[in-house]
T-cell receptor
């Protein structure tokens, strides 16, 4: 009974490159959430998705960031033209319904050179 | 906007002590409150979830209470062990997005 799977665990990019972070939710979970943890700060909500739909992206920067959760395959968080300030740990969580406990993956640590 | 505060920011106790971690939130209109544990370089492990209609939840040596009207929750850890050393996070669900505190970093010394 695998948990939430995120890959890669660590990702290094140079300024201006693209970063793609993947998240496979727990089996039976159709609700996916992305959070970002900046150094010395708490986790902040970015985006909430259900299969093929973005429900709330109010926590995601308007430019360069996008997220999807296709009918088949993992959820993807995409960051275009990365900058140093994008360096953070990005966590994905999933739940079977919106008011059920969220289960977290181990995160992707993104470093920008 | 929901603000979540955790006190203390760091705590060091000898093994065997009972301890209390505190969490406060500004908006009492919540669905539930969740306590997590985070180990260095790892993800979050859910410890306890309290629905807004509940007053407390227990799991083993852990007990979490919720006073929604005063905007407070406590996590009680009995008979602490070195393996309990980690950062403990409080998260409030006011819709679906979790609002996190900055955590309490706990060190239990042998």
């Amino acid at each position: 009974n695998a948990g939430v799977m995120q890959n890669p665990r660590h990702l290094v990019r140079r300024r201006g490159q693209e970063a793609r972070l993947r998240c496979s939710p727990m089996k039976g979970h159709s609700h996916v959430y992305w959070y970002r943890q900046l150094p010395e700060e708490g986790l902040k909500f970015m985006v909430y998705l259900q299969k093929e739909n973005i429900i709330d992206e109010s926590g995601m920067p308007k430019e360069r960031f996008s997220a999807e959760f296709p009918k088949e395959g993992p959820s993807i968080l995409r960051i275009q033209q990365v900058v140093r300030g994008d360096s953070a740990a990005y966590f994905c969580a999933s739940s079977p319904d919106r008011d059920q406990p969220q289960h977290f993956g181990d995160g992707t640590r993104l470093s920008i050179l | 906007k929901q603000e979540v505060t955790q006190i203390p920011a760091a705590l060091s106790v000898p093994e065997g002590e009972n301890l209390v971690l505190n969490c406060s939130f500004t908006d009492s209109a919540i669905y539930n409150l969740q306590w997590f544990r985070q180990d260095p370089g790892k993800g979050l492990t859910s410890l306890l979830l309290i629905q807004s209609s509940q007053r407390e939840q227990t799991s083993g040596r852990l007990n979490a209470s919720l006073d929604k009207s005063s905007g407070r929750s406590t996590l009680y850890i009995a008979a602490s062990q070195p393996g309990d050393s980690a950062t403990y996070l409080c998260a409030v669900n006011s819709g679906y997005a979790l609002n996190f505190g900055k955590g309490t970093s706990l060190l239990v010394t042998p």
